[in-house]
């Protein structure tokens, strides 16, 4: 799993986009250290499981965000 998030300050003062990896817990779930409020994009990529990936506006400081991944298209 992937947090992606803008920082200030990168080069020319612009904003950066910051990356965090994380693996999940045996029952999927996985807890994020402090992260700024603001836009979000987390992405999930499973072997298995169609990769999933949104952008989410985060205004509380404490707050879940439940995914739930689709199988995998048939392909005939």
Do not use: C
Not at 21 to 37: A, L, R
Not at 51 to 64: A, V
């Amino acid at each position: 799993m992937y947090v992606r998030y803008y920082t200030s300050g990168g080069f020319l003062r612009r904003e950066k986009l910051a990356e965090l990896d994380f693996k999940t817990n045996q029952d999927g779930s996985v807890k994020v250290p402090e992260i700024p409020q603001g836009k979000i994009l987390i992405q999930v990529i499973a072997k298995g499981w169609h990769t999933y990936g949104k952008w989410y506006d985060i205004e509380k400081e404490e707050e879940s965000v439940p995914i739930k991944l689709d199988p995998p298209p048939h392909w005939y």
